[in-house]
């Protein structure tokens, strides 16, 4: 089976930095995704790591090792806007490429 | 111009109806998907087709039938809808099934209430 994992709900201030963890084990690998969704909204894509090592994009970073089955999203200078879920997916690849989701973080940001 | 749109965005209906929901993407993708995204917000995969082709479909009970007239679109049609069918159905797209960094983009969702 596919199994990914991330907390369910976490909590940071305004300004403050807040890393995200994501832990799989799945039958197959062809990267790792993140999302944002904020509520009642659809998921919108962040990141995309396939390699091991940090990705940075603006106030977003993301980091894989594939040998630990482990990645996570760094998000600094939090913003109110932030408040949001953020889904870990991975691209299984072979004959489907499925793309997985793990159940999602729900980030709240207080003042 | 809406990248991947569905209609309706809500759906109430009663139990026993018959509902289709409506996808179409105007990126050129190759695929198309569609989610499932319960009351818990765990988004899990339904069906996926590649050029009009099926190629994912999960554990799906059949009264979901997914259908592809062309690969810009791909529709949801459920029978005999159940209380447990309730929850948010996303559709989606990508470039290239093959290529593993091909985000997916997703379109605003249909809340699916039955009463």
């Known amino acids: 089976g596919q199994n990914i994992d991330q907390p369910t709900e976490m909590t940071a201030t305004e300004g403050a930095i807040v890393q995200i963890n994501c832990t799989y084990q799945t039958s197959g690998f062809n990267g790792l995704f993140w999302y944002q969704q904020h509520a009642g909204e659809a998921p919108t894509f962040l990141s995309y790591?396939?390699?091991?090592g940090l990705e940075e994009k603006g106030r977003f970073s993301s980091f894989l090792s594939r040998s630990k089955g482990y990645s996570y999203l760094l998000l600094k200078e939090l913003q109110m806007k932030d408040s949001a879920s953020y889904l870990c997916?991975?691209?299984?690849?072979?004959?489907?490429?499925?793309?997985?989701f793990g159940t999602g973080t729900l980030l709240a940001v207080q003042p | 111009d809406t990248a991947v749109s569905q209609t309706p965005k809500y759906l109430v209906t009663q139990m026993g109806n018959d509902k289709s929901i409506k996808c179409e993407q105007n990126l050129g993708h190759d695929t198309m998907y569609w989610y499932k995204q319960d009351s818990k917000k765990f988004l899990k995969i339904m069906f996926s087709?590649?050029?009009?082709?099926?190629?994912i479909n999960e554990t799906v009970p059949n009264r979901f039938s997914p259908k592809s007239p062309d690969k810009a679109h791909l529709n949801l049609h459920i029978n005999s809808l159940e209380l447990g069918d309730s929850a948010v159905y996303f559709c989606a797209s990508s470039q290239d099934r093959s290529l593993g960094n091909t985000e997916a983009f997703f379109g605003q969702g249909t809340r699916l209430t039955v009463v």
């Open positions: 790591n396939v390699l091991d």
């Open positions: 997916a991975v691209s299984l690849g072979g004959a489907t490429n499925k793309l997985i």
């Open positions: 087709y590649n050029n009009k082709e099926l190629i």
